[in-house]
């Protein structure tokens, strides 16, 4: 059970470069299965002289259906397929660059969430100058109640244990203002959730921090986080455009020099670096690359997905939630 | 009535700062009152040897009071007595570098809301690589309907005309996806009353398209509008020290030449050049400035405030909405 089932049709640039990525990763002796149009893939392994085992699926699902529709009328779509996969216990993990939907669909229909959760959740990477944040709900429940975003809150924190080794990781809620009863009902009912909850909460946290290292993980709905995710990649990239324009009229050798010490930076920025998001609260663990993605973002969401099983995610989630759910109806019944 | 009420006590920098840009705006020809501490605001205009009318207030409103209550309790405020000179007619327009919730507090309650209007909305104005944006509701109203979103793109639509000088603006809803369909109930409500509008709507824009000159007016209920304006502040200020640390290890020489290409990203991406925000959908025309404004952002301000005055803005927003809520009335009435 711990090899990864990797949806090798999904992405703008599959099946090339996906089996590009899997090959890299298991040089790194990452443990991926390919899923897809068999043919197709012995003929990109072969240019890599490379050996992989593949699960055959002849149907490929597109970035424009509609997810639910696409699941059930191509049951063997190379979506289905991985996500059965780890369903039926013959992988751990599932690594999707294809639609989002589809892959957040597949993983909540198929896969099916783990005890103790309410509501799957997609938690995003965004790097930053300190290292890297998560935020999430990114876009799987465009509305919810202040019991969802505690439960953000609690899988959030152990993703950002598993992913970035980090302990006790700081959890801040997502707000128009740092003071406490700053927000919509929501958040003043979170705010109180996550006070009790025994995480490290930190309290309410602006879309300025987002780079300000305030806090390890960001919890909001899907909607808010959706508009924040691509905000910050959208400002990044125009900010970004904007120096080396600037930049682009200097000497040759200034722009040189710029440009070599600028490129971290960009590096940094990259999605390719982040190894994409996460669907936690499912029972394996999902990552879902960027739709562009290229070999190196493969390579990144393969060893992510690794960690992840290596570190047990689902199951500390499981424990994790169950845990302060029980606190919550002691707590209730006490008088 | 051409005369604009300024908050000459309000802001960290004041009142010397926002002196200092008073007596700029004033050398433009810009007609400013100041409202504050007679003795205090004769001694700033001293040192620039310069005469502006006064108006005494004696009381003062800080950044960290509840809006409501210091209102209440404080009727000769700085800001409650410039705003009682545009409710009086004294004035045409009030400009505060103070307590956004103050300000936009005592817009609604003394100055009032125009005819027509169901929520006052405050419209942020962000800089981009094409010109500037403008985005409502950035915080005054939390939790809207459909019907208010319509409001705030025909309010943006004007605001983008008068002080952008633009030509049926292009009116965006910030959006979680660029399909129709998207979004929450009130997204794809106010997707379909925007687009029956006569606006000149060109749909869902996303976060990434903030600086994509995709739309001029951004769309959005309060508490996402606050969450992305602050996500951006963050983002362009995180990107612009990233890259000069970069670049900072390098000879002196380069540094000196990037800086200087970069400068002119840096003044462009700086509040102090926006003139900040406007509350839109009162009785008179009102902009409040950052808390951290200085001179030049004050006298900008004080320079949008006369262009608001000089182009009717209130006028034309009454007149726009009046026209859309008569013709929904037919639409619904007619068989």
Redesign the interface.
């Known amino acids: 059970m711990t090899s990864i089932a990797l949806d090798a049709m999904g992405g703008d640039r599959a099946p090339a470069e996906i089996v590009a990525g899997a090959v890299m990763a298991a040089a790194d002796g990452v443990d991926v299965v390919l899923v897809g149009e068999r043919d197709q893939l012995l003929g990109e392994l072969d240019r890599h002289g490379a050996e992989l085992p593949i699960v055959n699926a002849t149907e490929r699902i597109g970035m424009g259906e509609d997810p639910a529709r696409a699941l059930r009328e191509k049951p063997n779509s190379s979506i289905s397929v991985a996500a059965r996969l780890v369903k039926g216990g013959e992988a751990g993990a599932f690594v999707s660059a294809g639609s989002t939907g589809a892959a957040m669909a597949a993983a909540a229909i198929v896969i099916g969430r783990t005890e103790a959760v309410h509501r799957p959740a997609l938690a995003s990477v965004i790097p930053?100058?300190a290292g890297a944040i998560l935020i999430l709900d990114c876009?799987a429940n465009?509305?919810v109640k202040a019991e969802h975003l505690l439960q953000f809150g609690v899988m959030g924190s152990v993703a950002a244990e598993v992913f970035f080794g980090q302990t006790s990781p700081r959890i801040g809620l997502?707000n128009?203002g740092e003071e406490p009863g700053k927000?919509?009902n929501l958040e003043r009912d979170a705010f109180k959730l996550l006070s009790e909850s025994g995480l490290n909460f930190v309290g309410n946290v602006?879309?300025?921090?987002?780079?300000?290292d305030k806090a390890d993980v960001f919890v909001?709905d899907?909607?808010?986080g959706?508009?924040?995710?691509?905000?910050?990649?959208?400002?990044?990239?125009?900010?970004?455009?904007?120096?080396l324009d600037?930049?682009s009229?200097?000497s040759d050798e200034?722009v040189e020099?710029?440009a070599k010490?600028?490129r971290?930076?960009r590096d940094?920025?990259d999605y390719e670096n982040t190894g994409g998001a996460h669907l936690l609260g499912v029972n394996g663990v999902v990552v879902i690359a960027h739709g562009s993605s290229g070999r190196v973002a493969m390579r990144n969401a393969l060893r992510m997905a690794r960690d992840g099983m290596e570190r047990d995610l689902v199951g500390r989630v499981r424990d994790q939630l169950t845990a302060i759910e029980r606190e919550r109806n002691v707590r209730a019944l006490s008088p």
Do not use: C, H, W, Y
């Open positions: 930053t100058p876009g465009l509305e997502l128009n927000g919509r602006e879309g300025r921090d987002l780079g300000a909001t899907g909607f808010v959706n508009i924040a995710l691509k905000t910050t990649e959208g400002v990044a990239a125009m900010v970004a455009t904007m120096v600037a930049v009229s200097l200034v020099q710029v010490a600028v971290p930076i940094r920025l």
